[in-house]
C-alpha cells in the first residue's frame, strides 16, 4: 500500500517554504501526495522561530544546523543517518553530503533518488576548493543514487555525457503565484513607477546584475529590482553607482504578497541567471503570463522553448529594449507563449506526479 510508504525529504531550510525553491518544491509535494505517502521532512532549526512537528501532510525534524554553507553537510548527512531508522525511500535535494550515499547503498535497500540541482560547482562564489569537493560530490550522487534526478535538459545532457547515466527530467511547478493588482499602498512604500520592467534575486555576478543595470543606466525604461544587495561588495558598489531616476534598487522583500504584487504588475520580466538549471523564479513568472527577456544560455532556453527574447550582453539588451518600445506587439505574443508552456510543463501537479513514479 502506498499509504505505508515512508519519504524522508533531506537538504532543504524545511518547510512551511520560505527559503528558495527546493523548500516549494517540497511543500508542493507534501500536499499533492502527503495523502498515499507518510512524509518526514528535515528543517534547519536556525530557520524557524516556532518548531511545530507537523506541516499540511509532513512529519517535521529539526537539527540545529543550518542547510546552506558549511553546515550543510554535516546537516545533511546528519538527516541521512536519521532517516535509515525509519524511511523506506530518502529523496536528497542536492548533493553537498553525498559521500555517505555508498554506505547506505551498501550497507541498507533504501531507495535513494537525489535531485542534484544545478552545476553547483560552477558557479562562481565559491573558491577552488569548494568546486573541487562539489564536483567531486555530484559525481558520488549520481554513481550511488537508484534514480537522479535533474531540471533542465542541459543538467540532462551534462550526466548523460560526463558519467554515462540516464537521469529523470522534472522540473518546478508555478502555479501556487497569481496575478494579483497592485495597491496604491505598496505604490507608495516602494514608491514604484507606473511601469517598469522587474527582476528579483540574489545579489551575484552569475546572475549578471551588473550587466542589466549597465543596460537600463542607457535606456529611459524603468527597472526595479529586489535583492540582498547589502550581502556582498558586489552588491554594495552596484547600489552605490546606479542610483539613477529610472532605476528602483529595493531591498529583499519577506512579504510574498507584496512582491507577487509588484512582480505580477511588471511589463517585462528580466532574467539574469547563466548558472544552474531551471530557476523557480523563471517558471513562476512564465506561470504569471509574463514576457520574458532572458540572458542567453541553455539552461534558460530549455526552459522557455527558445520563445522568450534573449541577450548575451549590454548591446543586446539595449537593443531588446529599443525594439519592444517600437514594437509593443512582441511583448504581448511572448507572454502568450510563456503562458501556453507553463499550462504543459509547470503545474505542480504535473511535477508531484512525476516524482510519485520514482516513490513506488
Request: aromatic content about 12%; hydrophobic content about 35%.
Amino acid at each position: 500500500m502506498l499509504k505505508n510508504k515512508k519519504i524522508a525529504v533531506i537538504g532543504t531550510v524545511g518547510i512551511p517554504a520560505k527559503y528558495g525553491g527546493f523548500e516549494t518544491l517540497v511543500e508542493n509535494l507534501v500536499d499533492n501526495l502527503g495523502g498515499g505517502f507518510d512524509f518526514t521532512v528535515y528543517c534547519s532549526k536556525k530557520s524557524y522561530d516556532t518548531y511545530p512537528k507537523k506541516h499540511i501532510n509532513a512529519k517535521l525534524v529539526y537539527l540545529p544546523f543550518k542547510a546552506n554553507g558549511i553546515s550543510s553537510i554535516l546537516y545533511d548527512v546528519l538527516s541521512v543517518l536519521h532517516s535509515l531508522l525509519y524511511a523506506d525511500v530518502i529523496l536528497v535535494l542536492g548533493v553537498s553530503g553525498a559521500f555517505v550515499l555508498p554506505f547506505v547503498k551498501l550497507l541498507t535497500k533504501k531507495k535513494i533518488i537525489t535531485n542534484i540541482d544545478g552545476l553547483e560547482w560552477k558557479r562562481d562564489k565559491w573558491g577552488s576548493l569548494a568546486k573541487k569537493y562539489l564536483k567531486k560530490q555530484e559525481e558520488i550522487a549520481v554513481k550511488y543514487s537508484h534514480h537522479v534526478v535533474v531540471d533542465n535538459e542541459g543538467i540532462r545532457e551534462h550526466v548523460t555525457f560526463s558519467y554515462s547515466k540516464s537521469s529523470h527530467l522534472i522540473s518546478y511547478g508555478g502555479d501556487h503565484v497569481f496575478n494579483v493588482g497592485l495597491k496604491q499602498e505598496t505604490i507608495d512604500k516602494y514608491n514604484l513607477p507606473k511601469t517598469f520592467a522587474f527582476k528579483v534575486c540574489r545579489i551575484e555576478p552569475e546572475n549578471n546584475i551588473h550587466l542589466i543595470l549597465e543596460a537600463f543606466s542607457e535606456s529611459k525604461t524603468n527597472l526595479v529590482i529586489v535583492g540582498n544587495w547589502n550581502n556582498n561588495e558586489y552588491g554594495k558598489n552596484l547600489k552605490k553607482n546606479y542610483n539613477k531616476k529610472n532605476i528602483h534598487l529595493l531591498d529583499p522583500i519577506y512579504n510574498q504578497d507584496q512582491l507577487n504584487e509588484i512582480r505580477s504588475n511588471c511589463f517585462l520580466y528580466i532574467h539574469g541567471h547563466s548558472a544552474g538549471g531551471t530557476n523557480p523564479s523563471l517558471v513562476e513568472a512564465m506561470c504569471l503570463g509574463l514576457p520574458i527577456l532572458a540572458f542567453n544560455v541553455s539552461y534558460n532556453k530549455f526552459t522557455t522553448h527558445n520563445e522568450a527574447l534573449y541577450f548575451q550582453n549590454k548591446e543586446e539588451l539595449v537593443a531588446n529594449l529599443k525594439l519592444i518600445s517600437e514594437n509593443p506587439n512582441i511583448l504581448k505574443y511572448n507572454s502568450t507563449k510563456m503562458k501556453e508552456i507553463s499550462l504543459k510543463e509547470y503545474k505542480w501537479h504535473i511535477i508531484s506526479d512525476k516524482y510519485k513514479k520514482l516513490f513506488v
